[in-house]
């Protein structure tokens, strides 16, 4: 099969023929047809990840077609449209029991603990319990971008942050997850503040839902928060990973305020709190990672009406081809929405 490849972090992502993936009995292959390129691809790529051994496919958004299944896959047949929740369970632990897969104890995550969508094809463990129904209504660039960005997005928002009817909610970073977040919390009836430093995306954030926008670059972000809100966001969330939007995250916040780390600090891998603040004001320091296989029903429910579009979120298709110019370009938060491969 085709697919992308890096040898080094950091290093050359070549376009090469590789073996193409052996099924087991209790596994799937999938023919990739759209995957989405996202900043967590990129802090692979640079090292930040502890799981990928060398050398390594990428990718981990991504939608397709059944190809080939195992003796013991019982649930999905050859031709179904599926997509994959970037943390896949093992099916067994303590977690995976409790409907808990997202944070499963022996996880496996396509393009990061194993070879990813970045390719022809990509194999996935514990087919039964990881594999996704597409409803015929999803076309599978859109549903490339359901995850993890989106539906990280949702977990933060709604399960994890407990969004309800007019709450302020910041949203710091509108790449692919901060506009995820932005459209899913104005569903939910919040009043969003959307914050970036360019001025291109805060606009876009306005047409997902946003009612105020912040330039981080020209305001300062924490008072003008407070006095947006009259006191502080009741929910914030750091969407794109850095020591600046973590910090105004937590410090936007009012009292008994939620904020919510979805964003990989990377390299700096640490935040910045004061726990006297985070006593006086009883702040919940929270983090999202993926969401629960049972919540999809309800993004395909909100979908079917019409009250979420994800094509929306796409900005452009490429070429399996432009994946190395993609992820460089994230080396300056330039992207504005989804990028998503469709051609192979």
Same mark, same amino acid.
Request: charged share 20%.
């Given at each position: 099969?085709?697919?992308?490849?890096?040898?080094?972090?950091?290093?050359?992502?070549?376009?090469?023929?590789?073996?193409?993936?052996?099924?087991?009995?209790?596994?799937?292959?999938?023919? /990739?047809?759209? %995957?989405? @390129?996202?900043?967590?691809?990129?802090? !692979?790529? $640079?090292?930040?990840?502890? #799981? *990928?051994?060398?050398?390594?496919?990428?990718?981990?958004?991504?939608?397709?077609?059944?190809?080939?299944?195992?003796?013991?896959?019982?649930?999905?047949?050859?031709?179904?449209?599926?997509?994959?929740?970037?943390?896949?369970?093992?099916?067994?632990?303590?977690?995976?029991?409790?409907?808990?897969?997202?944070?499963?104890?022996?996880?496996?995550?396509?393009?990061?603990?194993?070879?990813?969508?970045?390719?022809?094809?990509?194999?996935?463990?514990?087919?039964?319990?990881?594999?996704?129904?597409?409803?015929?209504?999803?076309?599978?660039?859109?549903?490339?971008?359901?995850?993890?960005?989106?539906?990280?997005?949702?977990?933060?928002?709604?399960?994890?942050?407990?969004?309800?009817?007019?709450?302020?909610?910041?949203?710091?970073?509108?790449?692919? /997850?901060?506009? %995820?977040? @932005?459209?899913?919390?104005?569903?939910? !009836?919040? $009043?969003?503040?959307?914050? #970036? *430093?360019?001025?291109?995306?805060?606009?876009?954030?306005?047409?997902?839902?946003?009612?105020?926008?912040?330039?981080?670059?020209?305001?300062?972000?924490?008072?003008?928060?407070?006095?947006?809100?009259?006191?502080?966001?009741?929910?914030?969330?750091?969407?794109?990973?850095?020591?600046?939007?973590?910090?105004?995250?937590?410090?936007?916040?009012?009292?008994?305020?939620?904020?919510?780390?979805?964003?990989?600090?990377?390299?700096?891998?640490?935040?910045?709190?004061?726990?006297?603040?985070?006593?006086?004001?009883?702040?919940?320091?929270?983090?999202?990672?993926?969401?629960?296989?049972?919540?999809?029903?309800?993004?395909?429910?909100?979908?079917?009406?019409?009250?979420?579009?994800?094509?929306?979120?796409?900005?452009?298709?490429?070429?399996?081809?432009?994946?190395?110019?993609?992820?460089?370009?994230?080396?300056?938060?330039?992207?504005?929405?989804?990028?998503?491969?469709?051609?192979?």
């Amino acid at each position: 099969m085709k697919a992308a490849v890096y040898s080094t972090f950091n290093g050359a992502i070549e376009i090469k023929q590789v073996d193409d993936p052996v099924v087991s009995e209790t596994e799937a292959i999938i023919e /990739v047809k759209a %995957s989405g @390129i996202c900043r967590s691809d990129w802090h !692979g790529w $640079k090292g930040h990840d502890p #799981d *990928i051994q060398l050398p390594h496919v990428p990718g981990h958004e991504f939608s397709g077609i059944v190809k080939e299944v195992g003796s013991k896959v019982t649930l999905f047949q050859l031709g179904d449209r599926v997509t994959v929740p970037f943390c896949c369970g093992c099916s067994t632990c303590p977690q995976c029991m409790k409907g808990n897969q997202h944070i499963c104890d022996q996880h496996f995550q396509p393009g990061f603990t194993h070879w990813g969508s970045f390719a022809q094809y990509v194999q996935i463990k514990n087919a039964d319990f990881n594999l996704v129904k597409l409803p015929s209504s999803i076309d599978f660039v859109s549903a490339a971008g359901l995850g993890c960005r989106f539906i990280t997005a949702f977990h933060g928002i709604v399960n994890q942050g407990k969004v309800v009817n007019s709450m302020f909610v910041a949203i710091h970073g509108c790449g692919g /997850v901060g506009l %995820s977040a @932005i459209m899913i919390a104005a569903v939910y !009836g919040a $009043k969003v503040i959307a914050i #970036d *430093i360019n001025e291109e995306n805060l606009q876009k954030a306005k047409s997902f839902g946003a009612e105020y926008t912040i330039n981080a670059g020209r305001e300062e972000v924490v008072d003008k928060v407070c006095e947006i809100t009259n006191g502080g966001a009741n929910l914030s969330m750091d969407a794109l990973g850095s020591h600046e939007t973590s910090t105004n995250s937590i410090n936007c916040l009012a009292k008994k305020g939620k904020h919510i780390q979805v964003g990989i600090l990377g390299s700096e891998k640490s935040i910045i709190v004061s726990t006297a603040g985070l006593i006086a004001k009883e702040i919940e320091l929270i983090g999202s990672h993926g969401m629960p296989l049972a919540n999809y029903n309800t993004i395909f429910d909100l979908i079917a009406n019409k009250k979420i579009n994800l094509s929306l979120l796409i900005d452009r298709t490429v070429k399996l081809e432009d994946v190395d110019q993609e992820l460089l370009k994230m080396d300056t938060y330039s992207n504005s929405g989804m990028v998503i491969i469709d051609q192979f």
